[in-house]
Protein backbone atom coordinates (compact mmCIF):
# COMPACT_ATOMS: atom_id res chain seq x y z
CA UNK A 1 0.00 0.00 0.00
CA UNK A 2 1.19 3.19 -0.38
CA UNK A 3 1.96 5.71 2.47
CA UNK A 4 -1.19 7.74 2.22
CA UNK A 5 -3.57 3.98 3.21
CA UNK A 6 -0.69 3.55 5.83
CA UNK A 7 -1.06 6.79 7.32
CA UNK A 8 -5.03 6.52 7.92
CA UNK A 9 -4.31 3.30 9.15
CA UNK A 10 -1.60 3.90 12.04
CA UNK A 11 -3.75 7.11 12.87
CA UNK A 12 -6.43 4.54 13.93
CA UNK A 13 -4.57 2.31 15.62
CA UNK A 14 -2.34 0.13 13.53
CA UNK A 15 1.96 -0.56 13.58
CA UNK A 16 2.86 0.00 10.26
CA UNK A 17 5.92 -1.07 8.41
CA UNK A 18 7.51 -1.06 4.67
CA UNK A 19 8.83 -3.93 3.15
CA UNK A 20 12.23 -2.22 2.21
CA UNK A 21 13.35 -1.81 5.72
CA UNK A 22 16.41 -3.58 6.73
CA UNK A 23 16.19 -3.84 10.27
CA UNK A 24 13.93 -6.75 11.34
CA UNK A 25 11.10 -5.94 14.07
CA UNK A 26 10.72 -2.31 13.21
CA UNK A 27 7.62 -0.66 13.01
CA UNK A 28 5.56 2.88 13.19
CA UNK A 29 2.67 4.24 15.46
CA UNK A 30 0.67 6.52 16.45
CA UNK A 31 0.88 8.27 19.79
CA UNK A 32 -2.23 10.52 20.49
CA UNK A 33 -1.44 13.42 22.07
CA UNK A 34 -0.98 13.47 25.80
CA UNK A 35 1.11 14.49 28.88
CA UNK A 36 3.68 13.29 31.18
CA UNK A 37 5.16 13.65 34.68
CA UNK A 38 8.40 16.07 34.24
CA UNK A 39 11.84 14.19 34.23
CA UNK A 40 14.16 17.14 33.44
CA UNK A 41 14.73 21.01 35.11
CA UNK A 42 13.87 22.56 31.72
CA UNK A 43 10.13 20.05 31.69
CA UNK A 44 9.85 21.91 34.63
CA UNK A 45 9.41 25.38 32.69
CA UNK A 46 6.53 23.72 31.41
CA UNK A 47 4.20 21.88 33.40
CA UNK A 48 0.08 22.76 33.43
CA UNK A 49 -1.85 23.05 36.06
CA UNK A 50 -1.82 19.32 37.62
CA UNK A 51 2.41 19.74 37.04
CA UNK A 52 2.25 17.41 33.76
CA UNK A 53 3.81 18.36 30.34
CA UNK A 54 1.42 18.51 28.06
CA UNK A 55 3.09 17.01 24.08
CA UNK A 56 0.76 16.88 20.38
CA UNK A 57 0.48 13.63 18.74
CA UNK A 58 3.22 12.24 16.94
CA UNK A 59 4.41 9.16 15.04
CA UNK A 60 6.72 6.87 16.63
CA UNK A 61 9.19 3.96 15.80
CA UNK A 62 10.07 0.72 17.81
CA UNK A 63 14.30 0.33 16.58
CA UNK A 64 16.15 -3.04 15.68
CA UNK A 65 17.32 -2.46 19.44
CA UNK A 66 13.96 -2.41 20.84
CA UNK A 67 14.03 1.34 21.57
CA UNK A 68 11.63 3.73 20.75
CA UNK A 69 12.29 7.21 18.93
CA UNK A 70 9.98 9.74 17.41
CA UNK A 71 9.54 9.19 13.45
CA UNK A 72 9.73 11.59 10.53
CA UNK A 73 9.19 10.07 7.23
CA UNK A 74 11.56 10.30 4.71
CA UNK A 75 10.75 11.29 1.11
CA UNK A 76 11.60 7.81 0.05
CA UNK A 77 8.75 6.90 2.48
CA UNK A 78 6.32 8.79 1.72
CA UNK A 79 6.39 7.87 -2.13
CA UNK A 80 7.27 4.09 -1.68
CA UNK A 81 4.07 1.39 -2.28
CA UNK A 82 5.58 -1.11 -0.06
CA UNK A 83 3.77 -0.45 3.10
CA UNK A 84 2.48 -3.62 5.16
CA UNK A 85 -0.15 -3.14 8.14
CA UNK A 86 1.40 -5.35 11.09
CA UNK A 87 -1.86 -6.01 13.11
CA UNK A 88 -5.74 -5.75 12.62
CA UNK A 89 -7.50 -2.53 14.09
Known sequence: MDFS????????????HRDGWNGK????????KGSYAPYTHIANELINSDGLV???PY???KNVKGT?????PSINDILANDWNIDMEF
Do not use: H
Open 54 to 56: EYE
Open 59 to 61: LAI
Open 68 to 72: VSTWV
Open 5 to 16: DALECVKKGARI
Open 25 to 32: GMFVYYVP
